[in-house]
């Protein structure tokens, strides 16, 4: 068998036998505290070095290695619409403050205390520490929503936490870029231009999901036609509005689909109840199903000793500080922002 044919037959067979793992945790994990997904990725880490196991895992992982477009413009938008289908335009008005305050400047507080903490702590240039900060600072909506049904949150607080990972998406991009550009390119920080960028980064990605949205849901009134067909095109607009969104027009993919999500539920009402309910229960089983398989892989290159091996300082410092530091910072924002 050519090379090429046995990767796909072996990438098949790894994916079938984590269908079956997934299968069996969610089923042996439904009445413990820690969330099933958190274990499939210590699953995904621990089975990477088990010897009889690594080359296959190793192969699994290789192809996502390759194409990680596959994360960020197939799995990361199915789970925002996912989580976005279950609010409403009138629920983000209600908490707009809040929300607002913990996506825009909570994260800014958080970059800045990230970065000066790790440059005082490892002694490196302060702004390659506020780029670290950028990368840790905004809150994964992935991450959010999985743990939040795991727990009797009430519903604002649930509301607020949420909205704000699907929001902040928008603040810890453009930080990235802005500072991104000064280390790489020289650029000197302009509040004008970063301004803008944030504005046409949010509001263009607000117009143009809530435009699709809205399209979305009348083509699917005038239609009236069942779950599958519900399923499938709201499911290619999740996916074709992201893409559009992030790699044409240059807003946040994420807040584009959460509004096309939003919009979609909102304006296709000539629905039966029973065709709405298999609608939701496919968008359930779709979101169960990557959320398992993202975070099983999330968990492959952790345990990696190739990573850390050219490393200064010892591994459980290099994963334990920023963590803490992580936590702290997280912690001001949220006592602080919490009269909201």
Known sequence: MAEGGFLLVSLMLGFSVLLVIISAVHRY???????GVAILM???????VVPILTHEVENFYSVIERTPEIILYVIIPILIFESGRKLSIKQIKNEA??????????VIITILIIGIAVTTIFQIPVIDGLLFGTILA???PVAVGIIFKKFPIPHRLNLIIEGESLFNDATGLISFNVVKGIIFSGVAFSLLDTSISFIWTMVGAIAFGTGLGWVGGKILNK???DEYVDFTFSLGLA???YIVADHYLHVSGVVTTLFTAILIVTIHKEISTGVRKLFHKYWDYLGFITNSVLFFLIGIPLISVESYESASVPLILILVIPF??????RAVVVYGGSHF
């Open 29 to 35: 994990t439904r009445n413990i505290i820690i969330p």
């Open 42 to 48: 210590f699953l995904g880490a621990t089975l990477a």
């Open 97 to 106: 403050i809040p929300i607002g305050f913990f996506s825009i400047i909570g």
């Open 138 to 140: 905004a809150t994964d």
């Open 223 to 225: 239609w009236k036609a």
């Open 239 to 241: 996916i074709g509005g």
């Open 324 to 329: 803490a530091i992580m936590m702290l910072s």
